[in-house]
């Protein structure tokens, strides 16, 4: 008798909160936009065929074109504005708390970004359990596996931005069944699955990096929208230069592995951001430097640019409005202490607006490095990886400050700046320093500062100082603290799935 009862309440909880749960799929006994129907063996049919598989891999390409506002627009708010880069840009609820420290659970962009990683991973997680079984006998087991290699890539890419953002994570790589009511109990944990600890997410990211090197396509010089070996090398780097995994040998391996594969800086760093000489279209896709990019062309527009600044193949569409991610004056000083005038211009301009939040309406600051409808989002450069390769000498255990400076120093010439000096390459705890502010001027703009802060235990050090000599800023709601380094769960995912636990201070 307890077993019914315990199952009857598990059924009632489960069609409640089942119908607002992004990683659920609705039972199905139809033919759907999610199912084929069932085979002669009574298993579901996802793909019918090789074309079908095909298909939709291509929706996972398209994530990165049409859904850029969790994994771009709202990565730049949280790496720019919630780290010194960048003032919230608006006043509105959901952004000013990125600026101030006052993020809660209830922050509706904490909310969107939770659930649509979580939609992410569960289409790939579709492709990569179901493409093996796919009834067609013109697809090879090369094919299959090249599809499977890129859909991994794809979801260690959304898990890792999701890792580092939140902590710990439901670390999702099943589909969970169609709830009967034999088998409520046993799904349940699969309908709302618990968080994994940070490292078992990276382990996860780590996993699917190493099988998807088998498999993926190779770097193409002429193509870098695809998710290919050398995208899996970048990510492999990045993770094991972050704490749960760190292994700096494996950062170099890896870094190095990426000049192999054809890739290096730009001569002139314009030419990764800048515009044709009309203003018609970008100035140049698939450069050397660029690792994993999304490309939109006349006809086809990237809408995100509206969120930060200007289109300048259409000057004054959607200028209305203020705009997210504020250049703030402390990076602005930044540049000019450091007389880097070629990142400065490429990172910021100056426009007349109808607002005045930050600064005097005719001369108002943007982030310069989204231009228009036309411009490449570049996911991954070789210069931030070449820095991370700098990072892993200055950290190992057995600094080499002499080859970490000549990194640094080949970033720096392209910036038209001398080279460090002696003084600064003499210690570890100089080079560091000098790391992390040549991160700050060559990547801004990019969504990396909050997570260099993070990585290198600076963001006490850092933010709780930046308050004091950024007149700009708003007032800062709480210190910064140990908790601060991962944000709220959203409150919205905790009343639908009773096993997530909130992260400590919120």
């Known amino acids: 008798m307890k077993s019914k009862v315990i199952t009857a309440l598990l059924s009632s909880s489960l069609l409640v909160l089942i119908s607002s749960c992004s990683l659920v799929q609705d039972p199905l006994d139809r033919y759907s936009d999610v199912t084929q129907g069932v085979d002669e063996s009574g298993n579901k049919i996802v793909f019918k065929n090789k074309e079908e598989a095909k298909s939709y891999l291509s929706t996972l390409y398209q994530q990165l074109r049409d859904r850029q506002e969790h994994w771009y627009v709202d990565l730049l708010l949280i790496g720019e504005s919630h780290a010194d880069n960048a003032y919230a840009g608006t006043t509105g609820a959901e952004v000013l708390p990125f600026e101030n420290n006052a993020i809660e659970g209830s922050n509706s962009v ?61 670390v999702v790589t099943t589909e969970a069944p169609d709830i009967t009511g ?27 990096c190493l099988e998807a ?19 899996a090398r970048a990510l492999l780097a990045k993770v094991y230069a972050e704490k749960p995994l760190r292994d700096y040998a494996k950062v170099i391996q890896y870094c190095d592995a990426l000049a192999v594969d054809g890739f290096d800086l730009v001569t002139d760093f314009a030419d990764l951001f800048g515009m044709n000489a009309a203003n018609t279209d970008t100035k140049m896709r698939n450069t050397k430097e660029s690792i994993l990019e999304a490309q939109f062309f006349p006809g086809g527009g990237n809408w995100a640019t509206w969120m930060f600044g ?12 203020a705009k997210w991610v504020t250049p703030s004056r402390d990076l602005i000083k930044a540049y000019q202490d450091e007389g880097d005038q070629v990142r400065y211009n490429q990172s910021i301009v100056y426009y007349t607006t109808k607002w005045s939040n930050y600064y005097p309406m005719a001369n108002y600051p943007f982030m310069y ?32 400050l002499i080859e970490a400076a000549a ?16 003084a600064v390459k003499a210690s570890k705890e ?14 801004a703009f990019e969504g ?17 100082a930046v308050f004091a000599k950024d007149p700009g800023r708003k007032a800062l709601a709480y210190p910064f603290d140990a908790n601060s380094y991962r944000l709220p769960v959203p409150q919205s995912a905790i009343d639908q799935n009773p096993n997530l636990v909130q992260n400590p201070g919120y």
């Open 448 to 464: 990396q500062r909050w997570f260099d802060l993070v990585r290198l235990n600076k963001v006490e050090e850092v933010m709780n």
């Open 213 to 231: 090197l088998q498999y993926a396509p190779d770097n193409n010089a002429a193509d870098k929208t695809k998710f290919s070996k050398s995208v």
């Open 407 to 422: 990194i640094i120093d080949r970033i720096r010439l392209r910036a038209g700046l001398s080279g460090l000096t002696n």
């Open 310 to 321: 200007r289109d300048l193949i259409n000057y004054d569409n959607n200028f209305t409005w």
């Open 110 to 170: 904490v909310n969107r970004d939770w659930r649509r990683y979580l939609e992410d991973i569960g289409k790939a997680n579709r492709l990569i359990i179901h493409v093996d079984s796919v009834d067609d006998a013109s697809f090879s087991n090369l094919e299959r596996n090249t599809i499977s290699a890129q859909a991994k890539i794809f979801r260690a890419l959304v898990m890792f931005d999701m890792v580092r953002i939140f902590g710990a994570i439901p």
């Open 369 to 400: 490095k989204l231009r228009s409808a036309h411009s490449s989002i570049i996911k991954m450069r070789y210069a931030d990886l070449l820095l991370i390769k700098a990072e892993a000498l200055i950290m190992q255990a057995s600094p080499n």
């Open 182 to 208: 034999e088998n409520i109990e046993e799904v349940y944990p699969l309908y709302f699955p618990k968080q994994s600890t940070e490292q078992e997410a990276y382990l996860q990211i780590e996993k699917d």
């Open 430 to 443: 100089s080079m560091l320093a000098a790391l992390i502010k040549e991160r700050r001027l060559e990547l």
